[in-house]
């Protein structure tokens, strides 16, 4: 952890009791920023403002390098979640997560190639996908490790936030051609019933899908109204709503229709969880339901006793989010939130809760149900059905302790 993001007692005893001197309203605020500030700037009213740049600008202290959390020559960085407003995740803070870092390619000479088990093998140029019919969805695409670098028995910090759990992520309008489109065009062969997909980076990134887990999927081209990143896999990527992030396969070039998985190195060495019994899952694509409290939660501190809205998010590659329940006394009774629209399918919603916090200890936690009926589980429930060496797919819930000093560190619910 970042040593200028953990919290000083010292520097928040400070701070409130500045703001009791003055007799202000305390607000979220008064508790969240613990940023060094910069010298404030002059009077907007009395100097000219900056004219009009060729590209809008984010806030001095709203810049992607102090939200983004990553490491020197990382191969990922996480969504500021606690962070954001709304559902839409901004382009410069999508999450990332790159096997062989991003390739540099041009729009005019990057082909996609179909072929295997089809009837009119074919090569796409940009141009030529471009000119079929486009759509755009609002879809959450999550990494299958989210989480799992926190979540250890023998390993539990406390000082985390939720950006470093659960940040890989992020939400977007994504646009582009049907899949299925292009599967029309090349013509499916019978007995066909998966495809593997493969990327143009230095790794050749691929994975293998299953045909029937194909609906919705895209050749994403773009995102949030403009032309996709070079992160997200400019100029073109697979987009496959509701299934793990590493079959969204980057810079892709190849689809190749096959009767059976491929079984790569990234689907073998990877993406593969032991289990208990000595077997192991493989090919477990579905993203389950989920959800995480963003507020209240490390480092911030209530400064007062009395009523706050708890916050969060939900999410579930099997469909829609039909209810989140929140918990303020660690899982023992729970209390439906309040769902904010437009709930999208396999996209990420807003939940809110109001609660009367008295000052004493006190655990909180969130739990989504999607509209299957499946009930996202608690770390007991998922370590028994899975073990304890599972490293993908962690989708229990989340639990945060308010302590007495109104200090909010990360726990892992009914075990603490």
Request: hydrophobic letters at 35%; proline letters at 5%.
């Given at each position: 952890m970042?040593?200028?993001?953990?919290?000083?007692?010292?520097?928040?005893?400070?701070?409130?009791?500045?703001?009791?001197?003055?007799?202000?309203?305390?607000?979220?605020?008064?508790?969240?920023?613990?940023?060094?500030?910069?010298?404030?700037?002059?009077d907007p009213t009395k100097v000219p403002g900056r004219l009009v740049s060729p590209v809008g600008q984010r806030a001095p202290t709203e810049r992607p390098e102090r939200l983004l959390r990553t490491e020197a020559l990382s191969s990922s960085s996480r969504t500021p979640l606690h962070e954001l407003m709304g559902t839409i995740t901004p382009a410069d803070l999508?999450?990332?997560?790159?096997?062989?870092?991003?390739?540099?390619?041009?729009?005019?000479?990057?082909?996609?190639?179909?072929?295997?088990?089809?009837?009119?093998?074919?090569?796409?140029?940009?141009?030529?996908?471009?000119?079929?019919?486009?759509?755009?969805?609002?879809?959450?695409?999550?990494?299958?490790?989210?989480?799992?670098?926190?979540?250890?028995?023998?390993?539990?910090p406390t000082e985390v936030t939720v950006q470093a759990i659960d940040g890989l992520l992020s939400t977007s309008e994504w646009t582009g051609v049907p899949l299925s489109t292009i599967l029309r065009e090349v013509g499916v062969r019978d007995g066909a019933s998966w495809i593997l997909a493969e990327g143009s980076d230095s790794a050749v990134m691929s994975r293998s899908v299953p045909l029937d887990l194909l609906e919705g999927a895209l050749l994403a081209f773009g995102q949030n109204g403009e032309m996709i990143r070079p992160e997200q896999g400019y100029p073109l990527r697979l987009f496959i709503p509701g299934l793990e992030g590493n079959t969204n396969v980057k810079w892709l070039r190849r689809i190749e229709v096959t009767d059976q998985p491929t079984?790569?190195?990234?689907?073998?060495?990877?993406?593969?969880?032991?289990?208990?019994?000595?077997?192991?899952?493989?090919?477990?694509?579905?993203?389950?339901?989920?959800?995480?409290?963003t507020f209240p939660s490390y480092p911030y501190v209530l400064p007062e006793e009395g009523w706050w809205e708890i916050r969060g998010l939900a999410w579930s590659g099997r469909g829609r989010i039909t209810r989140v329940d929140v918990s303020t006394d660690g899982g023992r009774n729970w209390t439906p939130a309040e769902l904010q629209g437009p709930i999208f399918p396999q996209s990420t919603v807003r939940?809110?809760?109001?609660?009367?916090?008295?000052?004493?200890?006190?655990?909180?936690?969130?739990?989504?149900?999607?509209?299957?009926?499946?009930?996202?589980?608690?770390?007991?429930?998922?370590?028994?059905?899975?073990?304890?060496?599972?490293?993908?797919?962690?989708?229990?819930?989340?639990?945060?302790?308010?302590?007495r000093t109104g200090e909010v560190t990360f726990g892992l619910g009914e075990l603490v």
């Open positions: 970042d040593s200028s993001s953990k919290l000083s007692r010292r520097a928040w005893i400070t701070t409130a009791s500045g703001v009791v001197a003055a007799g202000l309203i305390r607000t979220q605020t008064d508790a969240i920023r613990l940023d060094a500030q910069e010298a404030p700037p002059p999508h999450f990332e997560r790159h096997h062989a870092g991003i390739p540099d390619i041009r729009l005019e000479n990057h082909e996609l190639l179909v072929h295997g088990m089809v009837d009119r093998p074919m090569v796409f140029t940009m141009d030529d996908l471009m000119r079929y019919p486009r759509v755009s969805r609002i879809r959450f695409l999550e990494c299958s490790g989210n989480g799992g670098g926190v979540y250890s028995r023998d390993r539990m079984h790569t190195r990234d689907e073998t060495s990877r993406y593969t969880d032991p289990l208990g019994d000595g077997t192991a899952r493989q090919f477990s694509l579905v993203m389950d339901a989920k959800s995480v409290i939940f809110r809760h109001l609660f009367e916090w008295n000052g004493r200890d006190t655990l909180i936690l969130s739990r989504a149900t999607d509209e299957t009926g499946y009930v996202q589980p608690s770390v007991q429930q998922l370590w028994e059905a899975r073990g304890p060496q599972t490293s993908y797919h962690q989708n229990h819930q989340r639990a945060w302790r308010i302590a």
